[in-house]
């Protein structure tokens, strides 16, 4: 989930914005002395930083930096993802036991959960009355979850039997591949003190609102608007139980610095040792700057610093490329009034994406740190791609992009304007909607704040211009990016005058197996470009019900070859651990940006 840096998420998979934080006063935090007890500082990647608590996320707030960064370290997901590096279903970490699957009369698909004995920071226990709260929550507000998929989950949800306060029951509509249930949508459930956050105004009292659709309704709106007041999170009574392994203890609104206490009644696992600080920088030329400073124990190191590497292995520090369970890439807007009817042109996308130069990209500016991606599929670690999309269906030829364009009525003019000639709906021109004349010129923002970036998209906008494609690059912050990206488009794209966002990479959680139903289904909660594809559609609803890998292996290629955004290569993260911080490989190593603060220690 999640974001964006997404991760779903961007995790993107999700970069934000913020001043450095030592400029106005909170860097002293970060930097001062610490000692074994901590803090321990995690460096977040440029421009990162939580900016919305709730652990039910909307579009433009569902990033890695507000799940696993910030609020899964307080309200932990039913099922937890990631084990000890592996892409797979960590038992030991989850609140509950692994579902059993079976089949109804009514041949619906039935998962009963079983709960762990977890509890909340205020003694009260884990129950299947927090989980249905959650559930009420998202089943009466579908549309403020960023992993929500009309014809999935939570749409596909018939029923909720509780059989006890520690057993609950799931039926579906219809029978569905028990191991998609498992790994992308009981993945999604988290949790929530029913008994604290049950109430729709700061004056009213505890309740059971959310058993009725207008009351979910209201409660919903009432956490959200909490949420949204970063400025109480540290003094909100609501954010205050929690059944996670940390608490927030500080959380600087001007800048998003944030320090987690250990959560002393924490029931799970891995007790906490240590205060963990996720301290924010404007770029990752601040961020090296801090590590070797010493004011950072968990950081990375920028490709284009790659020099330093030697120096910082003979001071003690570990580096540890990090291949995760995501794909870069940046979505056409279809919607945008202007600019949709030439995205919506499959030649008009394959010549863009003959002019990604994925193996320049890898080689120049990533150094080797980096696999390509030409699917929806990860490459790497990954065992549902198969043998067509590990090949480039577009390797980059400037030719080719010519060809595409040429032999569809466009005149094509290298370091300037393409230009249509031949407008019209036939084989040989340009394709409907697209007037005589109109040129081949967009804008495409991208987030600030790593060189990677910058030269990335430089070298993007150089390869356009052999072809005749203009492309104008801004930059800002991630906040910016992803939310206008995510904003809905309304009155046939009124308002929606993007052309291509690049906010980051986009992580796959809480969806853990790929098959991108929210990304790309034609009313998935983070298709932000709006694509839409009938057969597309089908193809995912087939990865849904079937857990063979052949569906899956249908669906990728299907999207391989109907680029329904712009692919690039999928960098490695470089995470520098410090001689001082022990127990951090779990986290440098996790396939999907999890978080094992609890396993830190620090020596002097």
């Given at each position: 989930m999640k974001a964006p840096f997404h991760s779903p998420r961007m995790l993107g998979v999700g970069i934000a914005a913020l001043a450095l934080l030592g400029a106005v006063g909170g860097g002293a935090v970060a930097t001062a002395a610490r000692t074994a007890s901590g803090p321990a500082v995690y460096a977040e990647l440029p421009t990162v930083f939580p900016n919305y608590i709730f652990p039910l996320e909307s579009g433009g707030v569902f990033t890695v930096a507000n799940a696993q960064q910030f609020s899964w370290q307080m309200w932990r997901p039913l099922y937890w993802f990631g084990d000890n590096g592996k892409a797979q279903l960590n038992t030991s970490l989850s609140l509950a036991y692994p579902a059993k699957f079976t089949v109804n009369g009514s041949h619906d698909t039935v998962a009963t959960i079983t709960l762990k004995a977890y509890k909340w920071s205020d003694g009260q226990p884990v129950t299947t009355r927090d989980v249905t709260f959650w559930l009420n929550l998202l089943r009466a507000n579908p549309q403020d979850w960023g992993a929500s998929v009309?014809?999935?989950?939570?749409?596909?949800?018939?029923?909720?039997?509780?059989?006890?306060?520690?057993?609950?029951?799931?039926t579906m509509k219809g029978q569905f591949s028990p191991y998609w249930l498992q790994y992308n949508e009981l993945s999604q459930i988290i949790p929530m003190p029913q008994h604290v956050w049950d109430e729709t105004s700061t004056a009213g009292p505890i309740g059971n609102y959310d058993q009725t659709v207008k009351g979910a309704q209201a409660v919903y709106t009432f956490l959200d608007a909490q949420s949204k007041l970063v400025s109480t999170y540290t003094t909100?009574?609501?954010?205050?139980?929690?059944?996670?392994?940390?608490?927030?203890?500080t959380y600087l609104s001007t800048t998003g610095y944030t320090e987690l206490a250990p959560n002393?009644?924490?029931?799970?696992?891995?007790?906490?040792?240590?205060?963990?600080?996720?301290?924010?920088?404007?770029?990752?030329?601040?961020?090296?700057?801090?590590?070797?400073?010493?004011?950072?124990?968990?950081?990375?190191?920028?490709?284009?610093?790659?020099?330093?590497?030697?120096?910082?292995?003979?001071?003690?520090?570990?580096?540890v490329p990090n291949p995760t369970f995501t794909i870069t890439y940046f979505p056409y807007n279809f919607h945008n009034p202007k600019d949709g009817v030439i995205f919506k042109q499959l030649y008009v996308r394959q010549a863009i994406q003959h002019l990604v130069n994925q193996p320049a990209?890898?080689?120049?500016?990533?150094?080797?740190?980096?696999?390509?991606?030409?699917?929806?599929?990860?490459?790497?670690?990954?065992?549902?791609?198969?043998?067509?999309?590990?090949?480039?269906?577009?390797?980059?030829?400037?030719?080719?992009?010519?060809?595409?364009?040429?032999?569809?009525?466009?005149?094509?003019?290298?370091?300037?304007v393409t230009t249509c000639v031949k407008p019209g709906t036939g084989a040989h021109e340009c394709g409907a909607g697209i007037a005589k004349g109109r040129g081949l010129e967009f804008t495409l923002q991208y987030s600030s704040g790593q060189v990677v970036t910058t030269q990335t998209a430089e070298e993007l906008q150089s390869a356009a211009s052999l072809a005749g494609?203009?492309?104008?690059?801004?930059?800002?912050?991630?906040?910016?990016?992803?939310?206008?990206?995510?904003?809905?488009?309304?009155?046939?794209?009124?308002?929606?005058t993007w052309d291509m966002q690049w906010w980051g990479v986009w992580s796959f959680e809480p969806d853990y197996e790929p098959t991108g139903g929210e990304l790309w289904g034609s009313h998935g909660a983070a298709n932000?470009?709006?694509?839409?594809?009938?057969?597309?559609?089908?193809?995912?609803?087939?990865?849904?019900?079937?857990s063979a890998l052949s569906a899956m292996h249908t669906y990728e290629d299907f999207l391989a070859k109907q680029l329904p955004v712009v692919w690039l290569p999928q960098g490695d993260y470089l995470w520098l651990i410090s001689p001082k911080l022990h127990g951090a490989m779990s986290t440098a190593t996790d396939p999907y940006f999890q978080m094992y603060e609890q396993n830190w220690t620090l020596s002097g």
């Open positions: 009309p014809g999935a989950w939570p749409y596909n949800i018939k029923s909720v039997s509780v059989a006890s306060p520690t057993t609950l029951s799931i909100n009574p609501l954010w205050q139980v929690v059944d996670g392994p940390y608490k927030i203890h002393t009644a924490y029931s799970g696992p891995n007790p906490p040792k240590l205060s963990i600080v996720l301290q924010p920088y404007t770029s990752d030329t601040a961020e090296f700057n801090a590590l070797r400073a010493g004011a950072v124990d968990f950081g990375y190191l920028p490709v284009q610093d790659l020099a330093q590497k030697s120096l910082l292995l003979r001071q003690g520090w570990k580096l990209i890898i080689k120049d500016i990533q150094k080797g740190y980096a696999v390509p991606e030409y699917g929806p599929v990860p490459q790497s670690p990954n065992p549902f791609i198969d043998s067509f999309e590990k090949d480039n269906p577009y390797p980059y030829s400037p030719s080719a992009a010519k060809a595409l364009l040429s032999s569809h009525g466009w005149k094509v003019t290298p370091n300037g494609i203009k492309l104008n690059l801004t930059s800002a912050p991630f906040g910016t990016v992803i939310t206008t990206a995510a904003t809905p488009c309304k009155n046939n794209g009124a308002g929606c932000y470009g709006t694509y839409a594809n009938r057969q597309n559609d089908k193809n995912i609803s087939a990865t849904h019900a079937s």
